[in-house]
């Protein structure tokens, strides 16, 4: 009898997709979460659909995200994407008060003395944007294929030491799956896990 | 903070980096490596890095959870330098984490000192040194990779006594095999019995990524523990169960596939759902804790006019509805606030399972005819009062969804994703679905007509019905025994003793007006005091704290280390509110540092006689006790409620 009433609860939670804070590989991400960008503009993803786009979680202070700014690592990867047409969003979520938070004149400052080359920086200081995409450490990448699905996410390399040292012999995945997008080839390795700084959530 | 497990053993050189601009206001490293000898074996040199985290600031597990990084560590014999024999080890084991909330995010790690095992492949006989290139994350809110090159010279077999045992607590036993069940994307799998000694603070610790959502709640009920998996098609998970931060078991558990019946549904609409949720509602009629109430309705019914039938039912479905409604929508209201409240949580609560337990004692008294009360179960005979049927009403739900909780818990949590409108109308229609087989009985005269005619059987049948009430109560009980523990639960057996002692005496003196009600106060009181004072839940986060040890304190002293002794229990409200506003505050805690100050906890929770002896000592008969030992001075002993000024004064004598 128990049963019975646990099978009809368990229907009738099968028939209602969950509201989940994460978004799953494959699965279409949410495109009209508005978007506040360091020119005082605002977007969403759907605005970028027809194009690849690339989600990078971005704390100047963590010293992960040092670990690829300091070299040139993070910036050569931008720039060599941007280039052939990616849209690159660089995203900080630091809640105001909270570690690497930035202002529109800060994120400017930032990216210009780095030689950074993101296509914008996207303010997230409510932490919608990235706790709806399952953000959960700086860095952390999410790439997105022209049709709004989630094909990528996770670390940008294979090597989560914070030193830059490591970087030249590490496998880095976001240049391979990129790489095999722009090819028409499926992303062979699309779920990775991320390392770094937790991304400084207000709560 | 582990002092002395460290000093005098550092043949070490610490090379720290800290980022030049780092945001952390932290001029200190934020943790100290060390390493320690261990032994020698036939796999070779067995080796402890010990790290210690300053207070506040943690490391990491294997798996460091939503964020974070593990300890990496290259390892090189004699005179080779690490980069060149590249020996990548992990620990041989991991002490067991602490579950460590980060905002939004939940890491595993350690808030304090850890003494991890390496075995170093290497010939001992021939080794003459010993080094390692460590690289480890220390985070508070901010991170700090730190790296450091330890060395360590023979011989290898001297065993340090400095290794504190107390940082080397690792998960035991062989892996637990478990089978577990999925409802939705929420797992659930039973302890086997011989586990289930400290299930209620139990938690699961995936060993890696993409098994669980670290940072959801997971549910404890019984022996079971529910879990929210990252996605449908996880069917393994593997980790720890941990009971507290000195037991934990490894654990490995397969899930089935949910049923194909669930997965092969198409999209059935939301009228489909509400016609579930109404058969689970009639289902729910023959549940063993609803029975009685449905017997003591179909009692009143019999005995009833048809008119009063009509109301009387129509009064009962009112209030199983609104009972229900109320029910679903607090429980979503509590949930959308962030509270973790589920289905049938009020079996949750021992007061609740204890205040059943005693209703339904009453009611068997009652019907037994030990008693009468004016109440609405009595006025079977007398006329309809709306608010009778209406608690009655009540009564039902209040009885029925703990006896159907353990096996609805987790479909209703998800279910609790749908938009508020949508649960109440699900739960609208599952009062609906109970209340109807009274409102058929009542509204249509044919189905009354099933109806035995009134009788000599009915007084019968009334005493009788006292008998499954019982049984439910001891079942309340049983579950209340599995809540607090036998110990606890002495009281409330006790107190039920109590209540029908009472019963009986309010029958023989018969106290009327004002000592009636006395009376009855002075009961509810009485019974009461038989309630177990409430067991405290293990916290999950551990502080970086040293547990009280005479011996440490005595030593720590003699080697002229400021302590600060705090006697504390979670069941202490001034120690609790003490902690908040005077000793976590900025200001004092900055103190501690600057000071260097040692914080040696007293957990009082648990009677433990070293610390009552202690507390005996500064002639105290309970907690809170604070004292700050001074290097080389008279301790400073603090009243009971402390304030920052008084604090921050004496630790600047």
Redesign the interface.
């Known amino acids: 009898?128990?049963?019975?009433?646990?099978?009809?609860?368990?229907?009738?939670?099968?028939?209602?997709s969950?509201?989940?804070a994460?978004v799953?590989l494959g699965d279409q991400v949410p495109g009209t979460i508005a978007l506040t960008t360091w020119d005082g503009t605002t977007t969403n993803l759907d605005a970028y659909k027809g194009k690849f786009v690339v989600l990078e979680w971005y704390n100047p202070?963590?010293?992960?995200v040092?670990k690829h700014y300091s070299v040139g690592n993070m910036q050569s990867l931008q720039k060599e994407f941007t280039a052939q047409g990616v849209v690159w969003l660089t995203v900080n979520s630091s809640a105001p008060g909270?570690?690497?938070s930035l202002n529109a004149e800060q994120a400017k400052e930032l990216m210009t003395t780095a030689n950074g080359a993101p296509t914008s920086v996207v303010l997230d200081h409510s932490?919608a944007f990235g706790?709806a995409l399952g953000a959960?450490?700086t860095p952390h990448m999410f790439i997105i294929d022209k049709s709004g699905k989630l094909v990528y996410r996770g670390a940008i390399d294979d090597n989560?030491?914070?030193?830059s040292a490591t970087i030249a012999g590490a496998k880095n995945f976001v240049r391979a799956a990129l790489n095999e997008l722009m090819n028409d080839k499926p992303v062979s390795v699309a779920?990775t896990?991320?390392?770094?700084?937790?991304?400084?959530?207000?709560? | 903070m582990r002092l002395v497990g460290w000093i005098g053993v550092i043949l070490a050189v610490v090379g720290i980096?800290i980022?030049a601009?780092?945001?952390s206001q932290s001029p200190f490293p934020p943790s100290h490596a060390a390493l320690q000898h261990r032994s020698i074996s036939q796999e070779g040199i067995g080796v402890g890095l010990t790290i210690t985290p300053e207070k506040g600031w943690h490391l990491y597990w294997r798996y460091?959870g939503?964020?974070?990084?593990?300890l990496?560590t290259n390892w090189g014999c004699d005179g080779l330098p690490p980069a060149d024999t590249g020996m990548k080890l992990e620990p041989t084991a991991w002490p067991i984490p602490d579950v460590l909330p980060?905002?939004?995010?939940v890491?595993y790690g350690y808030a304090h000192a850890v003494t991890l095992p390496f075995m170093i492949p290497c010939n001992a006989a021939l080794t003459k040194r010993l080094t390692v290139d460590a690289?480890w994350?220390v985070?508070k809110?901010?991170?700090?990779?730190q790296?450091a090159t330890l060395e360590l010279l023979p011989p290898w077999n001297k065993e340090d006594s400095s290794a504190s045992p107390l940082s080397m607590i690792f998960p035991s036993g062989s892996v637990l095999s478990l089978v577990g069940s999925r409802?939705?994307?929420v797992a659930s799998f039973a302890l086997p019995p011989s586990h289930s000694g400290a299930v209620g603070s139990a938690r699961f610790i995936p060993s890696?990524?993409?098994q669980i959502?670290n940072a959801a709640l997971q549910k404890v009920n019984g022996n079971e523990i529910s879990v929210t998996l990252?996605?449908d098609s996880v069917d393994r998970l593997s980790g720890l169960i941990r009971f507290s931060a000195a037991e934990a078991h490894p654990v490995s558990v397969t899930i089935p596939a949910?049923?194909s019946?669930?997965?092969s549904?198409g999209?059935?609409n939301f009228a489909?759902?509400l016609l579930?949720?109404f058969?689970?509602g009639v289902?729910?009629n023959?549940?063993p804790c609803v029975f009685p109430v449905l017997g003591l309705k179909i009692y009143q019914l019999v005995s009833a006019t048809p008119a009063e039938r009509h109301t009387n039912s129509i009064l009962y479905a009112l209030g199983v509805c609104l009972s229900m409604l109320a029910l679903g929508g607090g429980i979503g209201l509590l949930r959308s606030a962030g509270v973790g409240v589920g289905w049938g949580t009020q079996l949750q609560n021992p007061a609740i399972v204890y205040s059943l337990a005693l209703l339904f004692v009453l009611l068997g008294c009652n019907l037994l005819g030990m008693f009468e009360l004016g109440s609405a179960l009595q006025s079977a005979a007398g006329k309809v009062r709306a608010s009778g049927p209406l608690m009655d009403g009540l009564l039902t739900v209040l009885v029925a969804t703990p006896c159907?909780a353990p096996?609805?818990a987790g479909?209703?949590a998800?279910?609790f994703?749908?938009p508020l409108a949508s649960q109440l109308l699900?739960f609208l229609f599952l009062g609906l679905g109970v209340a109807t087989p009274v409102l058929m009985v009542g509204v249509v005269p044919a189905f009354a007509k099933i109806l035995p005619r009134p009788g000599e059987w009915m007084d019968l049948f009334k005493q009788f019905l006292a008998w499954p009430l019982f049984a439910s109560a001891v079942w309340l009980m049983s579950v209340l025994i599995a809540q607090v523990g036998l110990e606890r639960a002495n009281g409330p057996l006790f107190g039920i003793v109590v209540l029908g002692f009472l019963v009986w005496l309010f029958t023989a003196v018969r106290p009327t007006g004002f000592r009636k009600w006395a009376f009855i106060l002075a009961g509810i009181v009485l019974v009461y005091c038989f309630y177990p004072a409430p067991k405290p839940a293990l916290s999950a986060i551990a502080v970086a704290h040293v547990s009280y040890d005479k011996t440490e304190l005595t030593k720590l002293r003699a080697a002229g280390v400021p302590v600060f002794l705090d006697a504390t229990a979670t069941w202490c409200i001034t120690c609790q509110s003490n902690k908040k506003l005077v000793l976590h505050t900025d200001a004092v805690m900055s103190a501690f540092f600057e000071k260097k100050i040692v914080w040696m906890e007293a957990d009082w929770t648990e009677p433990n006689e070293d610390i009552t002896n202690l507390l005996n000592e500064f002639g105290r008969a309970g907690v809170p006790l604070n004292v700050y030992f001074p290097p080389q001075k008279e301790p400073i002993v603090f009243p009971p409620i402390l304030t920052s000024g008084m604090v921050l004064e004496a630790l600047a004598r």
Request: aromatic share 6%; glycine share 8%; net charge neutral.
């Open positions: 009898m128990k049963n019975i009433i646990a099978l009809a609860f368990a229907s009738v939670v099968s028939m209602v969950p509201i989940m994460e799953h202070e963590c010293p992960f040092k909270k570690q690497g932490g706790k959960k450490t989560d030491s914070a030193r779920n896990d991320s390392y770094g700084c937790s991304v400084k959530y207000s709560a | 980096g980022p601009n780092s945001h460091p939503d964020s974070g990084a593990t990496k980060v905002g939004p995010l890491n690289e994350l985070c809110e901010e991170c700090i990779p790296f409802t939705g994307n890696s990524s993409d959502v990252t996605s949910a049923p019946s669930a997965a549904n999209s059935p489909t759902v579930w949720a058969i689970g289902i729910l023959a549940m159907t096996f609805m479909a209703v998800v279910a994703t749908l699900i």
